[in-house]
């Protein structure tokens, strides 16, 4: 099943095929429009408390816009049409948060992945990248990934611990 | 989906069975052991520990 739900500094996001919500809890100051208005979207009893496919992306607009703080905030997926939206879409995030149209994908591109060789230890890789091993194929988002880099770990490619009872130097 | 995020992440990481670690892309390398810095866009760092130049790999894991 593909995940809708993915992390950004500060909080979650979102998305259905045409919208992307943003939810920054540390702003939530419970004002509950959200879940009185759309529970089949924002249901804080479930986990994630947000179900794009529970109604149609107007309505969840609608909802998103009377949040009274920046606690929820949205964009069109398709980048073209956030240039133009109007003033009357509060909570685009062009208003309630513009720091996060460059937060997004485009800054964890920028910015270098930190590549970390460790004394006598591992690769400690930080940042967002793709990462591929055993066939597998994954997506890392502001995190952290050990490699092992003595040949010893039961957990390869993954450092485990065992560089140091097997007295690596390196 | 798989497809956008593949063009989103610049920085390629390639766990290469039975061989090195291959890193491709826009990375800062700091080696804490050797005091050195490598952001060349491509490398291959050793995963056996039996190079004998590390962090790269020498191919000592083919032998």
Known sequence: MEKNESQFSGGRRYKNKDITVYWKPSACIHASYCYREL???????????????????????????????????????????????????????????????????????????????????????????????????????????????????????????????AGFIG | MEENNEKKSKVIVEVIEFGPLKITGNFLIKDLQRNTEDSSGEVRLCRCGKSGNKPYCDESCKK
């Not at chain 1, 609608?62 to 240039?83: I, M, S, Y």
């Open chain 1, 39 to 165: 529970l089949e979207v924002f249901d804080p009893s479930k986990r994630p408390w947000v179900d794009m496919e529970g109604s149609t992306t107007d309505r969840i607009i609608e909802v998103v816009n009377l949040c009274p703080t920046e606690a929820l905030a949205w964009k069109w997926n398709d980048e073209t049409k956030n240039d133009s939206v109007g003033s009357d879409q509060l909570n685009h995030i062009n208003f309630r948060r513009p720091e996060l149209m460059n937060t997004d994908e485009n800054d964890s591109n920028n910015e270098p992945v930190s590549v970390k060789i460790m004394p006598d230890g591992p690769i400690v890789l930080k940042g967002s990248f793709t990462i591929s091993y055993n066939g597998n194929k994954k997506e890392v988002r502001d995190s952290m990934v050990s490699i092992c880099r003595c040949g010893v770990s039961d957990h390869m490619p993954f450092c485990d611990g065992q560089h140091r009872k």
